[in-house]
């Protein structure tokens, strides 16, 4: 019965090739988010989805595309994986309208670039 | 200019100290305002909402000062188990927000 849920945990593959990573809330949230947390530990939004509509789209390299099917499921893919994008990405979900609504967080993918 | 701003630490205190943490934010607009904590390797988890009049959680107590722009952090009685990187986190304006996160305090509670 986890909230939020990110597959895989863990990622390690090589420069260039292409990877998803999926998350899905159950929590009934209509909003979620991507966030990519560096090696210096900075937690930075890259992307938000409302009820499947892109809201936020931080400056973010276009070889990442965030794929909402549904309110319940926002997916990352990436192309072309670059050494900087070594990192840890956390999904999140939210209830949109409620100001006080704090954000649950999945457990993260860790994703290394060989 | 960061839109958060967060003495990055470690803060190294005794157990059974009070330590504060303060946070700075740029944008006046900013609306909502938590504290988060992340442990090592692990994912955010919300620790409190941060009010204007100021609000307490057991040994916890956040405090918001608009005019100045900063929240504070006060933990008092520290234990080993509050050991954690804490977020100051704002939502900025009022349309479709997004956290954004300050580069986290280190706290180490040492016996």
Redesign the interface.
């Known amino acids: 019965d986890t909230a939020v849920s990110q597959t895989p945990k863990y990622l390690v593959t090589q420069m260039g090739n292409d990877k998803s990573i999926k998350c899905e809330q159950n929590l009934g949230h209509d ?1 979620m ?1 991507w ?1 990519k947390q560096d090696s ?6 890259m992307f ?1 989805y ?1 009820n499947k509509e892109l ?2 789209n931080e400056t973010v390299p276009n070889r990442f595309s965030p794929k909402s099917p549904d309110k319940a499921h926002l997916n990352l893919h990436i192309n072309s994986l670059e050494l900087g994008d070594s990192a840890v990405y ?1 999904c ?1 979900s939210s209830k ?1 309208g409620d ?2 609504s ?7 993918t860790r994703l290394s670039i060989l | 200019r960061k839109e958060v701003e967060q003495d990055p630490g470690p803060f190294n205190v005794p157990e059974g100290a009070t330590v504060a943490f303060n946070c700075t934010y740029s944008n006046s607009a900013s ?2 305002f ?1 504290w988060y904590r992340q442990d090592c ?6 620790l409190m ?1 941060v009010y204007s009049s100021g609000n307490e959680d057991g040994r916890f107590t956040a405090q918001l000062n608009r005019a100045s722009q900063y929240i504070s952090l006060l933990i008092r009685d520290s234990k080993l188990s509050d050991s954690a ?1 804490y ?1 100051c986190v704002v ?1 900025r304006g009022t349309g ?6 300050g ?2 305090t280190r706290l180490q509670v040492q016996p």
């Open positions: 909003t988010y966030y210096k530990k900075f937690l930075k939004i938000s409302n809201i936020i956390f999140a949109e100001r006080s704090p954000q649950h967080f999945g457990d993260g | 609306q909502s938590f390797r692990k994912e955010p988890k919300l909402s990187t977020l939502i479709r927000r997004a956290l954004t996160f580069s986290g």
